[in-house]
């Protein structure tokens, strides 16, 4: 089973939005809080490249954000990703 990683902040939609596609995909995650000017923060920035939120690593590869996680459901990719097939 692949290391999932996810970065969000508190009140983001766009987090819930992710995790909660991650949720129905009945995959183990860990959800790490990164709000502005955390340590966490600095480290899914330093990780990513990206400033945004959230941000999902499977195995410590960068997935991207929320429209990124969407995009490859839609293609059909993310279950591959994820370990579901």
Request: proline residues 6%; charged residues 25%.
């Given at each position: 089973?692949p ?10 939609p766009y ?8 949720r ?56 591959a ?5």
């Amino acid at each position: 089973m692949p290391k999932i990683e996810i970065f969000t902040q508190p009140g983001c939609p766009y987090c819930v939005h992710a995790v909660s596609l991650l949720r129905s995909k009945g995959v183990a995650f860990q959800e790490i809080n990164a709000p502005h000017g955390s340590v966490e923060r600095e480290d899914s920035i330093r990780r990513s490249g990206s400033r945004t939120v959230p941000q999902t690593f499977v195995d410590g590869k960068g997935l991207g954000g929320c429209d990124d996680l969407m995009a490859l459901d839609r293609a059909g990719r993310l279950d591959a990703l994820l370990g579901k097939v």
